[in-house]
């Protein structure tokens, strides 16, 4: 494993090219241990955790303009808390910004000043453009990289997110503190665009410094599961575990990854041990929204998932790249299409997206806590959501999720609400549309796959003529971008015994 570099002082940073306004080393260090920390995803008790960190930088020199900027930047980023309902963030924002005009800045500490401030304002697309003005002067720029890096994944801008590392790729030379976790960056935008040998190759050089890297862990369970790898993904996931499960901030969410193999392999209960044992306690704990995302995704997917089993009586249907005709199966008598129960869990997820269903920071999140609304039956907090939500978007101002909310958030999550009424006809209508927009709302393809296995759920049971063969249609595409997947199986099996097509 590498060793860890010393964390950098004044002169550090301003032999990097990256000066820092202030003349506290031990606000420069402070801030490097925090950066460090956002980049490994973990909070490093030897480094003093990120908020240990932060609050001790801020006593170190409270007018530390970038101290300020990354402070803020990180709650931002985060997605958790809105400038509009939280005062104590709005007020964050407008002292970095008051702080920044007190005194004489270098013109990348200004941008980034200013690029947290458009990202709080929800102009994610300008803040980008920004942090992107920086990393063309500053290439090893790691805070800029980073922030701009999650940005481009909620807005879904998928080429740009891969693009914006490779730019910087070559200036990272190893010497540079955490430029190991570049390659890791950089594997993911790859992986999301399908260059799936390339991130890989990545991945596995910065996991071979540095195995405890937890992002480059999370990009090849993603290339196994956008591969159909289940073994292998099962397998790596095992193997790896020990050194990336005190990885905090991602832990979770590489368990989740662990769990949809298992949905994929129709192991069920073992998806449900995962959740149990490792994602309710981290949602828990941490009120995270990607934990919160997690656990909401995980519980709607098993709910969909369903025991159909193989009859003898079936017909076929030719699938291109299958080696033989796959058999679909007609229903035996009394057989039902049962979803995984999972219980009262919704109930263990609703406190927290409940509080969140007002904030309107990413329409990916606020489907998710719909899921949560409509899965544990609380109308008041459906309710509610989808008001604020119609609300927001009527006055969108520069807000990029608000502008996309009545286009595509809100399509979506009337659809789900209209898949928990029974209304399956309905669903179709609003999401067949808008299907090849969602990946705007950002999240990954792994992620937003629970949007396209509820559209194939809902042409699986529509009724309306007009529908009549979606369902065949979603699922030949779907078996064609990833052969060999045991779920997409399942689903042809069903479409079978619901349609049935000759
Ligand atoms: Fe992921």
Redesign the pocket.
Known sequence: MAAASPLRDCQAWKDARLPLSTTSNEACKLFDATLTQYVKWTNDKSLGGIEGCLSKLKAADPTFVMGHAMATGLVLIGTGSSVKLDKELDLAVKTMVEISRTQPLTRREQLHVSAVETFANGNFPKACELWEQILQDHPTDMLALKFSHDAYFYLGYQEQMRDSVARIYPFWTPDIPLSSYVKGIYSFGLMETNFYDQAEKLAKEALSINPTDAWSV?TV??IHEMKAEIKDGLEFMQHSETFWKDSDMLAC?NYW?WALYLIEKGEYEAALTIYDTHILPSLQANDAMLDVVDSCSMLYRLQMEGSHPCSPTGFCLFLPHHEERVLWPRPRVGQELMGVSVGQRWQDVLPVARKHSRDHILLFNDAHFLMASLGAHDPQTTQELLTTLRDASESPGENCQHLLARDVGLPLCQALVEAEDGNPDRVLELLLPIRYRIVQLGG?N??RDVFNQLLIHAALNCTSSVHKNVARSLLMERDALKPNSPLTERLIRKAATVHLMQ
Do not use: D, I, L
Request: no cysteine; hydrophobic share 25%.
């Open positions: 999370h369970a993603h969410h990854h990954s792994a992620q």
